[in-house]
């Protein structure tokens, strides 16, 4: 096992062979995509990452990533916390046309090479893991769940006067 920052490429064919599960962290900002999407909260990604021949002897990276992060609550727009926790399975082919030949239900990534960069492997999982409309349970949210409407305007006495009416 290995701790500390996972390198920028593994060669995954000799991590096969040894049997090994890499573990460490990837710094956020890497994954480019996803970092755009999200307010960091924490600055690593942990991964944990291991290499190994299917039936058809393709080579299957499996493993799991988990990163905490800040997303806009679609309903008050203020800073939410959210835990993206993904496992990822995916085969590692040559080339396009390999991809297409892969069981429909296989995930595929092509690398060209005998190393892989870690964040192809986890990067779609991850922007995958994101909710449409990240929201507050309704206790932690500043906009109470009976305006429903999407109106944001926060209107402290709209409550009030309706019991003076009542
Ligand atoms: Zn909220």
């Known amino acids: 096992m290995l701790a500390g920052s996972l390198p920028e490429k593994i060669n995954f ?16 900002w890497r ?19 291991g290499f190994r021949k299917d039936m058809q002897q393709q080579i299957e990276a499996i493993g799991s990533a988990a990163v905490r992060v800040q997303l806009l609550c679609q309903k008050c727009l203020e800073l939410l916390d959210y835990e993206v926790v993904v496992e990822v399975r995916t ?11 892969l069981t429909p239900s296989k995930d595929g990534i092509v690398v060209t090479s005998t190393l892989v ?17 990240p929201r507050h349970e309704s206790s932690g ?5 009976s ?8 209107q402290p006495f709209a409550g009030l006067s309706k019991l003076m009416k009542d």
């Open 141 to 145: 949210c500043t906009v109470s769940t």
């Open 31 to 49: 994954f480019s995509r996803f970092a755009l999407l999200v307010t960091e909260n924490d600055p690593f990604v942990e991964v944990s990452l």
């Open 91 to 101: 085969i590692l082919v040559r080339d396009r046309e390999a991809l297409d030949l």
């Open 13 to 28: 064919s000799r991590t096969v062979e040894e049997g090994n599960t890499i573990q460490g962290t990837i710094a956020l």
């Open 117 to 133: 960069d870690p964040v192809d492997i986890f990067e779609d999982e991850l922007i995958l893991d994101l909710p449409m409309a």
């Open 147 to 154: 305006s429903e409407s999407g109106d944001l305007t926060r």
